[in-house]
């Protein structure tokens, strides 16, 4: 059987193209502000906040669940979500890193490009 293209690449590339997959929709980035902006446990309101049928938030929502950067508990017959705190202290880390490196060269690798 012959190696897949994230093979190719290292944990670390794979995971932050996974994150930025996860995160490339406007709709995943207006439940998070949403989620955010509450600081609390959120559950039937998405609907009428995005305007979005609920098929397509419960598909965005296991995106975000599947990322981790969200958590839900059931309750009664509805899930309640709200962010992952943890995990959103990883991610800004991951991110921190990644767009911190060009930061971290050294002055004679700082040159002019093209």
Avoid at 7 to 33: M, T, V, Y
Avoid at 62 to 90: F, H, P, V
Wanted: aromatic content about 6%.
């Amino acid at each position: 059987m012959g190696i897949t293209k994230t093979q190719l690449f290292s944990e670390s590339q794979n995971e932050i193209a996974c994150i930025c997959k996860a995160l490339g929709h406007p709709a995943r980035i207006a439940i998070i502000d949403h989620l955010l902006e509450a600081d609390a446990c959120i559950n039937g309101d998405l609907v009428q906040e995005l305007g979005l049928a609920q098929a397509t938030i419960s598909q965005h929502l296991k995106e975000l669940k599947n990322l981790g950067i969200i958590k839900g508990t059931i309750e009664g017959a509805s899930m309640s979500y709200c962010i992952n705190r943890d995990r959103w202290e990883e991610l800004k880390n991951i991110y921190a890193e990644f767009f911190g490196r060009l930061d971290s060269l050294a002055p004679s690798n700082s040159k002019e490009c093209c």
